[in-house]
């Protein structure tokens, strides 16, 4: 009895946990959790068989995301993705379908954008 009171405790608490995601679990590292808005996103490209993938913005920055798995599919066309409500991919949180293949692709961490000297 009191091994079953235990385990219910132990999943309630776990399911709780689990549901927090965008809550108290993520308020310490907000700060590390990095959006681009689509909007702003001129091109996307991989070019090293999936392993990143090169988010080139109409400011004319360009951000390199390094996807948690290597997405082979990258290299054979294009992807889809539904975005959140606000219009933004998120750093470790969106998934990418490539169209080709219909693997699923995971974001990994963002780079710092780097600002390409504008052509005159």
Known sequence: MKTSKFLITALAAAAVFTALPATAQDTAQSSSLRCVDVKDVR?????DGGKT??????????????????????QFGGFIWATAPN???????????????GEICRLGKFDVPVKTASAR
Do not use: P, W
């Open 43 to 47: 091109d996307t490209i991989s070019r």
């Open 53 to 74: 993938l090169t988010f080139t913005m109409r400011n004319g920055t360009t951000i390199v995301n390094h996807l948690r798995t290597q997405c082979n599919s990258l």
């Open 87 to 101: 219009g933004e991919v998120c750093e470790n949180v969106q998934t990418l379908h490539a169209i080709t293949t």
